[in-house]
């Protein structure tokens, strides 16, 4: 099963935040295999804006901490097809337009779920199922992963 990341687990497993959601996120993370993970191109900017300003790194390095993660994890680049299908989500589903892009992209690269704490929990687009991973109780997508 393919999963798209958001930036906020990133975030949380960089330990910006509470312990708790980065102790879950850093779980979550070393569970998934590499081989299913995507990251869309958009979180690896914002989480280089989240971690040059909530965390108070360099911009250098903010940038080794994103190199990390795009060496761990493929990155999805956004296309315009995701950007069209992000302004019908932000038109019809009242998203963001960067929560919509990131879903989009989700999307293209057939991921199944897509971690988020910023988009409705369960939602559903184009196969993709938003999945707050700091929810209780959890999403059933989430229990396998969980064990």
């Given amino acids: 099963m393919r ?17 708790a959601r980065r102790d879950t996120s850093l779980l979550l993370l070393e569970r998934l295999s590499a081989d ?6 958009q979180v690896m900017g914002e989480l280089f804006r989240v971690l040059t300003g909530k965390g108070n790194c360099t911009p250098d390095m903010a940038r080794a901490r994103v190199m990390q993660w795009s060496d761990s994890f493929e990155v999805a680049n956004s296309t315009w ?9 932000t038109v019809d589903h009242n998203l963001q337009i960067w929560d ?8 293209e690269s057939r991921c199944r779920i897509l971690f988020s704490e ?23 997508l989430l229990l396998p992963l969980m064990r």
């Fill in 81 to 89: 097809s995701a950007f069209q299908s992000g302004f019908d989500l």
């Fill in 118 to 140: 910023d988009m409705q929990h369960g939602f559903t687009c184009r196969g993709v199922t938003v999945v707050n991973p700091y929810s209780d109780p959890i999403h059933p």
């Fill in 3 to 19: 999963i798209a990341i958001d930036t906020n687990v990133l975030a949380y497993a960089e330990g910006i935040g509470d312990s």
């Fill in 36 to 41: 299913d993970v995507i990251l869309p191109a």
């Fill in 100 to 107: 919509a892009l990131i879903l989009s992209v989700a999307a």
